[in-house]
């Protein structure tokens, strides 16, 4: 029984297999360019594989995505669309996106943007802000961490709102579903936060026209995928004054390349895809649990739907 494991820079491999290796010892785990006998090969543990990388393997039982997303996965046109793909989702990567989510919303909140820039130029300028209680943010996708994220800020006081394709109800936040009920979800957004899935219908939504329906002076946090953004809407929306800031985690290419806009943008903080960034020790805790189960039971809680795309 072998599995392979497939995730961009070789000493990231290598990390990962030596993990799950401690974790999973009755298993040989391998690097899926590096595979052994192709016809032992159960599992694949990836993050945004190669076009065609699980065609060797005829045996494959279920394909584990390094993340709460499958977009990556289901990227490659050859894929095998009868393995089932597994999600990895864990307490952890949630705690992990809700510190993230509550640090930038509060950053925007309390202006602090502004008041860095104050700083650099020596300026004493008290700015006043509202309590969080005075401050309306929206979270697009309501899924593990969506969720998490809207609970948290909630639990901070902010009057939070959810929107979901599905309908959701979580204690604290007033939910919103479906297209129906979108502009009435978007208009009252102050805080903008994206945590959707990346799905046919969710590429391109934070575009000009979504962030023309935003209270003027509204700022967005996008930690969902960078495909969601249209960059040049964005650009227009934080230079016209619609937008007054924004915060971005996630890019159409990544690493962002050194010569784009954002990185000098004043009105845009750049992190790195560190929102809630997977780790080998924390991840394959929870990979080699998921293989365990789904060997005994063939199912596991985190099976996405491909035909969902999440």
């Known amino acids: 029984m072998t599995i392979v494991v497939s995730i961009p820079g070789v000493d990231k491999t290598r990390w990962w297999i030596e993990q799950l290796q401690k974790l999973l010892p009755n298993w040989t785990i391998r690097p899926i360019d590096d595979p052994g006998d192709a016809d032992a090969v159960t599992y694949a543990v990836v993050w945004k594989p190669a076009t065609g990388a699980f065609l060797p393997f005829p045996h494959l039982k279920a394909i584990v995505s390094l993340g709460a997303g499958i977009d990556h996965v289901l990227a490659d046109v050859e894929l095998p669309r009868q393995v089932p793909i597994i999600r990895t989702v864990g307490t952890d990567l949630t705690q992990r996106m809700r510190e993230y989510v509550a640090l930038h919303v509060l950053r925007h909140h309390r202006d602090m943007p502004t008041i860095t820039a104050n700083q650099r130029e020596r300026r004493w300028k008290q700015r006043v802000v509202p309590p969080a209680t005075g401050r309306t943010v929206g979270v697009m996708g309501l899924g593990n961490l969506g969720g998490a994220a809207a609970r948290t800020l909630a639990a901070l006081g902010f009057e939070t709102l959810g929107w979901a394709r599905t309908k959701r109800e979580i204690e604290g936040v007033i939910t919103y579903t479906g297209e129906a009920e979108f502009d009435t979800f978007v208009h009252r957004c102050e805080i903008l936060v994206c945590l959707l899935p990346l799905t046919d219908a969710t590429t391109g939504i934070l575009d000009g026209a979504l962030f023309a329906r935003l209270p003027r002076g509204?700022?967005?946090?996008?930690?969902?995928?960078?495909?969601?953004?249209?960059?040049?809407?964005?650009?227009?929306?934080?230079?016209?004054?619609?937008?007054?800031?924004?915060?971005?985690?996630?890019?159409?290419?990544?690493?962002?390349?050194?010569?784009?806009p954002f990185w000098s943008h004043p009105r845009i903080t750049v992190t790195p895809h560190i929102?809630?960034?997977?780790?080998?020790?924390?991840?394959?805790?929870?990979?080699?649990?998921?293989?365990?189960?789904?060997?005994?039971?063939?199912?596991v809680d985190d099976l996405a739907d491909a035909e969902r795309g999440y």
């Open 218 to 260: 509204a700022s967005l946090i996008n930690a969902g995928r960078g495909q969601h953004l249209v960059e040049a809407d964005l650009i227009a929306a934080l230079d016209e004054g619609q937008l007054s800031h924004a915060t971005l985690d996630v890019f159409q290419v990544e690493p962002l390349p050194s010569e784009h």
């Open 275 to 299: 929102a809630s960034l997977i780790d080998a020790p924390t991840g394959s805790r929870i990979v080699a649990a998921n293989i365990e189960r789904f060997e005994q039971i063939g199912h």
